[in-house]
């Protein structure tokens, strides 16, 4: 996640680990316990920063319009 606040903060994931563990500190979710959402391939899910530095998420499986 970029520093800066605004529309211009932002981050690419790729890998399904790495998301896991991005939506998991957005949910509060220990990792431990089976997801509480489900995970689609190939979609956008968007999560934010909020002003107290604790992350957001606000949306998941997002179709992508490439």
Do not use: K, S
Request: hydrophobic fraction near 50%.
């Amino acid at each position: 996640l970029a520093p800066g606040a605004g529309p211009e903060t932002w981050a690419a994931v790729t890998h399904m680990g790495v998301i896991r563990a991005v939506v998991a500190a957005a949910l509060r979710w220990d990792l431990e316990e089976p997801a509480p959402v489900r995970f689609l391939p190939e979609r956008l899910h968007r999560v934010r920063r909020r002003g107290d530095g604790l992350l957001q998420l606000v949306g998941l499986n997002e179709p992508l319009n490439l």
